[in-house]
């Protein structure tokens, strides 16, 4: 698989504060990649010398196989954290001004305009200035402008803070359009839950330092412990006395228990089916949440911010 | 450097601006104020028509009669011709006590409004040329200069009477020369009737107020980027630099729109016209030459890139406009000054001030184009004036443009200088150095 983009040993500093610390990462083309990590981890640093808005003190970024340079800005969309727009122009203008600095011209801008104002039932704001707009309706009008000179890679930070349930899952949904396409999607989150329904890899940061790279699959396969998750007709105190359990807790009105690694999950749902009512059984995968607790925890950096 | 995106940030600098109503109420608005302000002016300070209720201390006994004489008589020439004078009601008044308790009696008289003013010939001080006029406002020169003229006149045949000379010496003696000016420039000669030099102070006050707003506006537009943070989702396109550059193009076309529409506004009242008649007698609207239009451009453009320039390097750092209020006073400062010269400059347009002002960049602008409109500098000169200026321009906008690169992407604490110059020395090729905020968290 082609590499989208490449950072090779890149750090930056701002004063004393060593804000990125000798990252090297390889995102692949084509793929949904998070950017994981505590506030204050480097994530919006990171992203911004991919952008070539902050230049790193040293190191090598390449995006699509050449050095990061203006002109290649052309072919990535990037949504900021901090989210703004020009208060006071309209809604259309506001949109082929972003399309023009993006050397689009205009009426391939005006066909790709009218295609995202009917899907994302905007027009009627069309002629309306931006500050009459809703929270949410700007946000709309700020994601037609990201990707409104179709590109290549989508560089988004934080895109589902402040999103309602509604819009959060209209974004997922293009998410996967885009990827479906062959484009690569690179956000950043510090919700792991949205991080692990949606990525095929991830890197994690923590103290300006990678701590965690890789597909979803690899690290839940490499962290996955001897772990059943079961809804039985029983109690906890009955669980944990079971031969073989190490760890029993409730969850959702579940169970999640941890076993010995020495014990054949099969035999065990045979011994439990024995003494009582079993509704569901399976294995269970490690969250995310977990892997990341487990990494940061083991790196010794869980005095850093924790997660909001 | 990339024009097309430089383009496109002008393009919406510009529309944006020229579409507001506020851009239009001020363009169709100044000139009529401009106008009001000129009407006024030249009213109040002329106020010729009008009654004035003088005394007269007539200490020797035998002028009051001749002057109430001869002003009578001259008002009704002037009215014959249908010309303003001023209406003077003489009224004498003998010395009670002594000279010192008359005029104290009669400067009550004037504070409590009864007369308008009075007037002490004494023979004393008639001796060393002098006679004393007292009056709330003493600032009405053409009612003054009519009065002096009449005092002179009957002074001037009391010498011929008192030396026994014939009467018609008066007339004789008393014709004066009328200087008139011309102004010699490449092309000849030409009849200077003040006209010229009240549309070249009328252009002036034009560009250094537009001078101000527009730099004002610059400062704006960047610190409204910055505090709706779209600044960062634009130079995710285009280049600090680019969009610096493009912001500045695009207000500086606003403004010439503006001038352009003035123009138009103008040629259909004849405004310079309407002010040549009111300033002067002679009749007629001077024509404004086409080379002081060439040059208000020229050093408009000038002053203004510069100005631009400060006003970017004094935005880029602060989130509010109160914040860089304070340092916006120094381009305003600077500005000002340029107009506080004016005199001394119409006085010697050719004098060492007058020079050192039209060649110093954050005056030149303003100066060079004042003496290029009154009078001829030599050409060196000029060229010297727009080479420093646009040195300085570049190096400004240099400067602005690092401050700015780094400048936007600062919120929340306000930098002190010293942070501003560690700014300005930054560059991204020398690591680890960065003067850069960790992005907010």
């Not at chain 1, 009218?114 to 069309?126: C, F």
């Not at chain 1, 349930?165 to 999607?185: H, Q, S, V």
């Not at chain 2, 009696?105 to 004494?122: F, H, N, P, T």
């Not at chain 2, 970017?312 to 916006?328: G, H, R, S, V, Y």
């Amino acid at each position: 698989m082609d590499t989208a983009i490449q950072l090779t040993n890149v750090s930056k500093s701002f004063g004393r504060f060593r804000a990125v610390d000798d990252l090297s990462l390889k995102i692949p083309s084509g793929s949904m990649f998070g950017l994981l990590g505590p506030n204050g981890a480097g994530k919006t640093t990171t992203i911004r010398m991919i952008m070539n808005i902050t230049a790193p003190d040293s190191g090598r970024i390449e995006v699509l196989g050449r050095q990061m340079d203006r002109p290649m800005q052309n072919r990535i969309g990037y949504l900021p954290e901090e989210r703004g727009l020009y208060r006071r122009m309209k809604v259309i203008d506001h949109l082929y001004f972003l399309a023009a600095i993006k050397e689009v011209n205009r009426e391939t801008a005006k066909k790709r305009i009218d295609g995202w104002l009917d899907k994302m039932e905007l027009r009627p704001w069309l002629n309306k200035k931006v500050e009459a707009l809703s929270k949410g309706m700007q946000q709309k009008v700020q994601f037609i402008a990201t990707i409104v000179h179709d590109p290549d890679i989508l560089i988004l930070d934080e895109p589902f803070s402040g999103l309602d349930p509604i819009n959060t899952a209209l974004l997922k949904d293009y998410f996967l359009e885009f990827r479906e396409k062959g484009k690569t999607i690179i956000f950043s989150t510090h919700v792991l839950e949205q991080a692990e329904r949606l990525c095929d890899e991830i890197c994690l940061l923590a103290r300006s330092k990678k701590v965690l790279e890789g597909t979803l699959k690899d690290l839940k396969h490499r962290f996955s412990e001897n772990q059943i998750r079961i809804s039985a007709d029983t109690d906890l105190g009955t669980l944990a006395g079971l031969p073989g359990v190490l760890a029993a807790r409730p969850m959702n009105g579940e169970f999640i228990l941890t076993l010995d690694q020495s014990v054949d999950q099969r035999a065990f749902l045979k011994n439990a089916i024995e003494r009582f009512r079993v509704d569901s059984f399976s294995q269970k995968e490690p969250e995310l949440e977990e892997i990341y607790l487990t990494t940061v925890r083991d790196a010794g950096l869980e005095d850093t911010r924790t997660i909001e | 450097m990339n024009w097309k995106k430089i383009f496109a940030v002008a393009r919406r600098e510009y529309i944006e601006r020229v579409r507001t109503k506020a851009f239009w109420i001020a363009t169709l608005l100044i000139p009529f104020l401009f106008l009001g302000y000129i009407v006024v002016t030249i009213a109040t300070t002329r106020k010729a028509g009008g009654e004035r209720h003088l005394a007269v201390v007539d200490v020797r006994g035998n002028l009051y009669e001749p002057l109430a004489g001869d002003i009578a008589q001259r008002e009704a020439e002037e009215k014959k011709k249908s010309r303003t004078f001023p209406h003077w009601i003489l009224e004498r008044r003998a010395i009670t006590g002594d000279l010192a308790a008359t005029k104290e009696a009669l400067r009550q008289e004037v504070l409590k409004k009864k007369i308008s003013g009075y007037l002490v010939l004494d023979p004393a001080a008639l001796e060393k040329d002098q006679a004393e006029y007292y009056s709330t406002t003493v600032s009405e020169f053409i009612a003054l200069n009519t009065l002096e003229r009449s005092i002179n006149r009957v002074l001037l045949r009391d010498r011929i009477a008192a030396r026994g000379l014939p009467k018609s010496l008066e007339s004789e003696l008393d014709r004066r020369v009328d200087l008139k000016a011309f102004k010699v420039t490449e092309s000849g000669t030409s009849e200077e009737k003040g006209a010229g030099i009240l549309s070249a102070i009328i252009f002036l006050s034009i560009m250094y107020a537009t001078m101000i707003s527009y730099g004002f506006q610059v400062m704006r537009g960047v610190i409204e980027e910055k505090s709706s943070r779209i600044v960062e989702i634009v130079i995710a396109s285009v280049q600090p630099t680019e969009l610096m550059l493009g912001k500045i193009i695009g207000i500086g076309l606003v403004g010439l729109t503006q001038y352009f529409a003035w123009a138009i506004v103008a040629m259909n009242l004849s405004l310079p016209g309407i002010a040549a008649r009111l300033g002067t007698t002679e009749t007629g609207a001077p024509k404004i030459p086409v080379d002081m239009i060439g040059y208000f451009i020229l050093f408009f453009i000038l002053g203004y890139f510069l100005y631009a320039s400060v006003y970017t390097l004094i935005a880029a750092p602060f989130n509010t406009d109160q914040e860089a209020q304070q340092l916006a006073m120094i381009p305003m400062a600077l500005i000002i000054s340029g107009m506080a010269a004016l005199n001394g400059v119409l006085a010697n347009p050719a004098g060492g001030i007058a020079v050192f002002l039209s060649i110093f960049p954050f005056t030149s602008s303003l100066i060079m184009f004042l003496r290029c409109a009154i009078s001829e500098p030599p050409t060196w000169q000029i060229a010297v004036s727009v080479g420093v200026s646009l040195v300085t321009t570049v190096l400004i906008a240099w400067i602005a443009g690092r401050v700015y690169r780094v400048g936007i992407l600062m919120y929340g604490k306000k930098p002190t200088i010293p942070e501003i110059i560690r700014w300005a020395r930054y560059s991204p090729r020398k690591p680890g150095t960065s003067p850069e905020a960790r992005p907010a968290s």
